[in-house]
């Protein structure tokens, strides 16, 4: 009876994360704080003392499902009036008196910049019942780290950088996350070591503009010397890195990753558009012939790389003239994968008051098209796998079948095969690729 009571008291919080990466790792940091002022995780949400709503607004798609879940706490509000309920992030940042406005059981509205703060604030509602709005429009100096609690415990996120410079016409996020804060090197190599020794086998460095780390500080190392250090760390398998800007990527990190050991040999490189007027437009900082000879460059240092990129279609002004040049662009580079979006326009970007904007319809005719012709690249790229034997670190048990495993190749490939009960998740093992298909690999264990 008694463990029931004490069972009872334990406080419990619910976390909802939308948008990219950095939100995903800024949750595991909303829950470190949590847990040091007595704060248990539960998948349950009717269960939930507190409810953290972690937001997104690079999209409108994701605003609107935003606002739908926000309004639906609503419910449960009614049935425990001591319910907690914070929306924090993006949309916190961008949109933070129409929120409280509009969603009155909602207690705290907290910034990208004040997610360090969390517990204190918590802590502040938990006693005086007051709704908190913690929003600082700019980030004066880099956030303390606070305590993190990861998912999994194989792969794990570090962040080595906030926000970005680049004001991309179409992006909201300099505008959400501020100007760029580069981590100093050391808190970051301590951090992947201390990993490392808790048995996480690979690590993802985590910005909005990786190649950009260390600009803010002339006497910084950059990123290239950042990636060299964290290669030198036994006891990590594996070093991916995201988002590179491909303005900003030199030869110096290229020939950093070509003679590394641990750094993966996959290039997520956002192109945006094949179409000179519409990277001019976007503001991107770079042409067409510029990002062609960035692609030889790394295909002439590491033959077997792989590379992936971001496309956005229906941009404002995009002609059909410009959509058929990034058409052709896709056919000449031959990404393994792209990552392709619908233009979105962003109250508070210069290109949402662009006056030549193209109607949805267009949009997603165009979207179509480019997809048909990306799925045929990247499956006749995995079809060159098939008979090829490739290393893979074990993930565990694949969504769809528990009688298969999941892994992915050092060039990010998705590979499934059947289950031997020889696998250790985390471990490396050598799969022979039998079958190839647009989005992943099949295979069996050698």
């Given amino acids: 009876m008694e463990s029931n009571d004490k069972q009872s008291k334990s406080k419990l919080f619910h976390t909802m994360t939308f948008g990219c ?35 997104c607004c690079v999209r409108e798609s994701a605003e609107k499902k935003i606002h739908g879940r926000i309004g639906e706490m609503k419910r449960l509000k009614l049935v425990n009036p001591n319910l907690i309920i914070g929306v924090v992030g993006c949309m916190a940042q961008k949109d933070k008196d129409k929120i409280l406005k509009k969603f009155s059981h909602v207690n705290l509205v907290m910034g990208t910049h004040n997610i360090h703060q969390l517990a204190e604030l918590v802590e502040k509602i938990e006693q005086s019942r007051e709704r908190v709005l913690a929003v600082w429009d700019q980030a004066e100096r880099l956030a303390p780290d606070v305590p993190t609690v990861r998912k999994g415990q194989i792969s794990a996120w570090v962040p080595i950088m906030y926000g970005c410079n680049n004001f991309c016409t179409y992006c909201i996020v300099p505008y959400v996350r501020g ?32 190649n950009s780390y260390g600009k803010d500080n002339e006497s910084q190392a950059d990123f290239a010397d950042l990636l060299q250090a964290i290669d030198q760390i036994d006891t990590i398998t594996r070093i991916r890195y995201m988002t590179s800007h491909p303005r900003d990527m ?31 437009r976007m503001n991107r900082g770079y042409n067409t012939e510029y990002y062609r000879q960035l692609v030889s460059k790394i295909r002439e240092a590491i033959p077997g790389a792989s590379l ?10 995009e002609t059909e003239e410009n959509f058929l040049e990034t058409l052709e662009f896709v056919k000449s580079i031959r990404y393994d994968a792209a990552y392709t979006f619908l233009y979105s326009q962003r109250s508070g970007t210069p290109a949402a008051k662009y006056a030549d904007q193209v109607s949805l319809p267009v949009k997603k005719a165009r979207l179509q098209q480019l997809m048909a012709v990306q799925n045929e690249i990247s499956l006749e790229i995995n079809r060159q796998y098939v008979g090829k034997t490739v290393e893979v670190l074990v993930e565990g048990p694949s969504k769809n079948d528990e009688r298969k495993l999941m892994g992915r190749t050092r060039t990010n490939k998705i590979v499934l095969w059947e289950k031997t009960g020889q696998e250790v998740a985390g471990g490396l093992v050598n799969i022979q690729i039998d079958t190839a298909q647009t989005w992943i690999l099949k295979g069996r264990l050698i």
């Avoid at 100093?184 to 690590?203: M, S, T």
């Avoid at 641990?262 to 519409?278: N, R, T, W």
């Fill in 308 to 317: 992936t990129t971001d496309i956005i279609v229906g941009f404002p002004g």
């Fill in 179 to 210: 100007r760029e804060r580069s981590r100093p090197l050391n808190d970051i190599v301590a951090e992947v070591r201390q990993l490392g020794a808790d048995g996480f086998k690979e690590i993802t460095l985590l910005g909005q503009n990786v």
């Fill in 250 to 280: 030199n030869d110096k990190v290229i020939e950093t990753i070509m003679r590394s050991q641990k750094i993966c040999e996959h290039f997520h490189l956002p192109v945006q558009a094949g179409s000179d007027y519409i990277l001019e």
């Fill in 21 to 55: 990466q950095m939100n995903i790792n800024d949750s595991e940091r909303l829950a470190g704080q949590l847990r040091t002022i007595g704060y248990e995780s539960t998948d349950n949400v009717e269960q939930a003392d507190l409810i953290l709503i972690n937001t």
